[in-house]
């Protein structure tokens, strides 16, 4: 075949050419992400570097020095919130993962009863005087029977969060507390990162951190769903520097994953955006609520 015959030929092949190796990237790094964030991956493959398969970013105090003690630091702020060294309180955690928290807490004096929802329970460690219920959240329908509803980094994923306060509020006994961490979106975003970065936070936002479009709210939001559902002192706290963007900061350090270094470098290159609470879209918060 003669190109000169076919000017415009040559062209579209580069083109094509060009086409299908774009895809073709963001295809194998779709399946990255998928393999190092996703949650059920994690747990499956054990990807992130702890040996207790624990499931939160990790609260960084200024004496943390790895992601594993961050983790612990997490369930151990939740342990002291909800007092569950009193044997008098009558626990519901919504979303457990793979319960090893339990562990934690038993070594640091769990006294509390604590009865969990979990929807999949194949991958929960079998732990001692525990109650682990296949359940969801939106099966919560018992009424004033708790003293304290927890929920670690759980809410963000429920198809209707605003709806799962309200049935909090119900079962929760008077002057019971709702105790969460959570994930929304950052009150103090600018969308300027540019395009890509732009279109990169919200890839994170559906496909990783699987943020419902409902649930995707701010700070000022969250409060006002959470006074709706009836609760009359409603307390949140922002803790994304110490949380989620300190998480991301360190995410290469904390995250063993064999893949391409190409595809590693551009995660990190993306992964500084949410580090950064200017430029995050999303924001981590402490809950605090009492009947």
């Known amino acids: 075949m ?18 299908v190796i ?12 998928m393999k190092v964030s996703d949650y059920n991956t994690v747990i499956k493959n054990k990807l992130f570097n702890t040996n207790d398969e624990y499931l939160n970013v990790g609260l960084w105090d200024d004496n943390t020095l790895d992601f594993h003690s961050a ?9 002291n919130e909800a007092n569950l ?8 955690e919504v979303g457990c993962g793979t319960a090893s928290h339990y562990i934690l807490w038993k070594k640091n004096g769990l006294r509390a009863n604590i009865t969990c929802f979990e929807p999949f329970t194949k991958t929960c460690k079998d732990v001692n005087d525990i109650n ?28 209707n969060r605003e709806r799962f306060f309200k049935k909090c509020y119900n079962a929760l006994e008077p002057n019971g ?7 929304i979106i950052n009150n103090n975003y600018k969308n300027n990162n540019g395009m890509i970065l732009n279109m990169y936070q919200g890839y994170y936002r559906d496909y990783i951190i699987k943020i419902p479009k409902e649930n995707a709210i701010n700070i000022d939001v969250y409060k006002t769903q959470l006074q709706n559902a009836g609760f009359s002192k409603v307390n949140v ?5 110490k949380t989620i963007n300190k998480f991301y900061e360190l995410f290469d ?7 391409p270094q190409i595809l590693k470098n551009i995660n990190n290159k993306f992964n500084k955006s949410l580090s950064n609470k200017e430029t995050s879209l999303f924001s981590y918060i402490f809950v605090v609520c009492e009947k």
Do not use: C, G, W
């Open 2 to 19: 003669n190109y000169k015959d076919h000017p415009l030929l040559y062209p579209l092949i580069v083109i094509i050419v060009i086409i």
């Open 22 to 33: 774009i895809l073709l990237t963001l295809v194998f790094f779709h399946m990255f992400m």
């Open 71 to 79: 983790q612990q630091n997490m369930y151990m702020h939740i342990f």
């Open 85 to 92: 060294s009193d044997e008098k309180q009558h626990v519901l």
């Open 132 to 159: 682990i219920l296949r359940k969801r959240a939106d099966e919560l329908v018992d009424i004033n029977k708790y003293t304290r509803i927890i929920s670690i980094e759980s809410a963000f994923h429920y198809p």
């Open 177 to 183: 507390k709702l105790i969460m961490s959570d994930i």
């Open 237 to 241: 706290y922002d803790v994304s520097e």
């Open 253 to 259: 350090s904390n995250v063993i994953a064999n893949a």
